[in-house]
């Protein structure tokens, strides 16, 4: 009996706090399908009252929102690709190749992780402006299409790799270019998925890089375009903002659930490493 | 190169577990391996060169000049430095940074830990599901839960204001106000990345050895003496990490301030990073954007070459 309610009072326990530390979750959701009325009324509420579709229309027409839906999807997706392709190339060549200045490429690539992008981004603004990329794709893609991160975490993933799998296919004759693509790469798929997950959710969700390598609105993010929303006159449309919020988080939410497990441990990883 | 010498002075070293080719295995590619290696890292060190190592040499000589980006770029030596130092304007941004991380790492730990520990109680039901709920807000951009607790905190529309007066307590326009407005942006980062910790902590905690916990039972140790004896000192090097970590993540902070407070009111919210876009972005002053930079670069790397000591040991097992 005593066991049973020790049970019940953790699980209301983990519920409560749940609830509580999701409210702001709860609001972007609901408040979404807000009338304006409702969103503006005092005292203020938490669900609507009656529901309603205009938030998403508005976000559709106060911004070019569907154009920077499909920003969002190349500079994200498009970094992600260019990151996997050449992070497990220099990859394979730290973890596979035995070549002069291995050691050192390492620590170099290691230390350079301690360097934050907040650190270098005028001089890298300037020379993105000095090759005219400055809303354009390529300065928003090419500065990430590489990363130290990424090449190193490919490559502990790489030397953990059995090597008899590819000298069996050198003693066949294959090239490392085939080594390297049929091979290792099948066998590192989950290692290229967490970090293309990764990858992907921290594009899509920065703020400052999109804001500063673009100023022509049409080339803005999902993330900094909302931020246009609140406008010169101070007054912020909490509906179209919160309906906006929520198509933005969608299909990282989506994302997510899909492959909650591996996302999850992955970051439990990087902490026991 | 010398890359052509290196098969023969190689072939008589012990064979090595970690880095390194097929050597070992007995089998020799030796020729061409340099140059392979090179066509193998050649976009990498292309984009890494251009984007990160370029721009840190390229930013310290930046730093000793004034330029606007426009026009002729004069060399000041080290003014650029000294007026970080007694511009009280730009030395308060260190202040607030300093404080903010203050507030957000304890808080972030604290709460992280606090329901790593509820989570991994094996009395609870439905772990995995509290688990994935509780990480969602990691998934979130900052930006987008900046906008819900604006909405939240807003002094006439905001659910949580209205709920706190409800219950007497008066917060007021939060985000205009000078004491408020700092622990107010402090709140949105730790809501965002609890989960993140709190993950870390969960795989800590799977770590310590049930019997330790089962020892300590039978010697008649209380719950609370347990967590204090066993659990906290078996979990330091996940505290460790996750200090260094969330310190790190602190000295960085801007994307809610941009979209919160703008880094007011009165400056009070200005962290660095905000005072570098500022400076850099829109008053145009491109030297000391990059001085202020660097100072940030230099704390940023002193907190990473203490994390390096925390993990001295392992480190070594991946580069030496």
Do not use: C
Request: cysteine-free.
């Amino acid at each position: 009996m005593r066991r049973l309610v020790g049970r019940g009072l953790l699980f209301t326990t983990a519920i409560v706090a749940t609830l509580v530390l999701l409210l702001p979750l709860i609001i972007i959701v609901l408040t979404a399908f807000k009338p304006s009325a409702e969103v503006n009324a005092y005292p203020p509420t938490l669900a609507p009252h009656a529901w309603t579709l205009d938030n998403f229309h508005r976000i559709f027409s106060d911004l070019p929102f569907a154009r920077l839906f499909l920003n969002s999807f190349v500079f994200a997706g498009g970094v992600t690709l260019f990151a996997l392709v050449f992070d497990s190339l220099a990859a394979y060549a730290l973890a596979r190749l035995d070549f002069r200045g291995n050691r050192l490429l390492l620590i170099v690539i290691v230390a350079s992780l301690m360097i934050p992008f907040q650190a270098t981004l005028i001089p890298v603004y300037q020379l993105v402006a000095h090759l005219h990329w400055v809303n354009s794709f390529a300065g928003l893609i090419a500065p990430r299409a590489a990363d130290a991160f990424g090449i190193f975490f490919l490559r502990q993933f790489f030397v953990s790799l059995p090597r008899d799998l590819d000298n069996a296919a050198r003693i066949d004759g294959a090239s490392e270019l085939r080594v390297f693509w049929n091979i290792v790469l099948p066998n590192a798929v989950p290692a290229l998925l967490t970090l293309g997950i990764f990858t992907f959710v921290n594009n899509w969700n920065d703020l400052l890089w999109p804001l500063v390598f673009t100023t022509d609105p049409k080339m803005a993010t999902i993330t900094s375009g909302l931020t246009m929303l609140t406008g010169p006159s101070g007054i912020i449309p909490y509906g179209t903002m919160m309906a906006g919020s929520l198509i933005a988080v969608l299909p990282l939410a989506l994302l997510f659930l899909f492959v909650q497990r591996r996302f999850i441990e992955s970051v439990a990883t990087t902490g026991l490493k | 190169m010398t890359t052509m010498t290196q098969p023969a002075r190689r072939r008589y070293r012990p064979p090595r577990q970690l880095g390194g080719g097929g050597r070992s295995s007995g089998f020799r590619f030796g020729r061409g391996r340099g140059p392979m290696a090179m066509a193998f890292m050649l976009p990498a060190l292309v984009i890494l060169g251009a984007f990160v190592f370029w721009p840190m040499i390229s930013a310290l000589r930046l730093s000793f000049t004034h330029s606007s980006g426009f026009g002729p770029t004069t060399w000041v030596g080290l003014d650029n430095y000294r007026e970080i130092l007694h511009d009280p304007k730009i030395l308060k941004t260190l202040g607030v940074t300093g404080l903010y991380t203050v507030m957000f790492t304890p808080t972030a730990i604290v709460l992280a830990l606090a329901l790593a520990l509820l989570l991994t109680n094996k009395a609870l039901l439905g772990r995995g599901a509290f688990r994935t709920a509780l990480f969602l807000p990691f998934v979130i951009s900052m930006a987008v839960a900046a906008f819900a607790w604006s909405y939240l905190l807003d002094p006439q529309l905001g659910l949580l204001n209205y709920w706190l007066r409800e219950i007497g307590i008066q917060l007021g326009n939060v985000l205009q106000d000078p004491h408020l407005a700092l622990p107010a942006v402090v709140v949105v980062a730790v809501w965002k990345s609890f989960g993140f910790y709190m993950v870390i902590f969960i795989a800590g905690l799977q770590q310590v050895p049930e019997e330790l916990h089962d020892a300590a039972r039978i010697d008649g140790a209380n719950a609370w003496q347990r967590l204090t004896r066993i659990t906290l000192p078996q979990l330091s090097t996940t505290f460790a990490f996750v200090v260094v970590f969330a310190t790190i993540a602190a000295l960085q902070a801007f994307d809610q301030i941009y979209v919160m407070t703008g880094g007011g009111p009165y400056r009070h919210t200005q962290t660095v990073v905000a005072e570098i876009y500022s400076q850099g972005f829109k008053k145009l002053d491109l030297g000391l954007a990059t001085a202020i930079s660097y100072v940030l670069l230099l704390i940023t790397l002193v907190m990473s070459l203490i994390q390096f000591r925390f993990f001295g040991s392992r480190e070594k097992d991946v580069v030496g």
